[in-house]
């Protein structure tokens, strides 16, 4: 089965809350085995409008990513 990426391109406004929100979800990314490939680190814009934030996160399977997306975690 080929596997699965989220990726996340955000502007943190307020770093505090961001913090907050990546602990709430710690639970539902180790109960599907998410794998963080890129977190944050310097960027380079070639195209098109850049992000503050780029996270590339790796999931077993589509379902897997979808489930986590859903969790109630």
Known sequence: ?????WIAR???HDPEIYKSYVE???PAFA??????LARG??????EGQAR???VIIEFASLQDA???????E
């Open 1 to 5: 089965m080929p596997k699965a990426y």
């Open 10 to 12: 955000v502007d943190v």
């Open 24 to 26: 709430t979800a710690k």
């Open 31 to 36: 109960r599907y085995n998410a794998k963080f």
């Open 41 to 46: 680190g310097k960027t380079e814009v070639l």
């Open 52 to 54: 503050a934030r780029n």
């Open 66 to 72: 979808h489930d986590c997306y859903h969790s109630p």
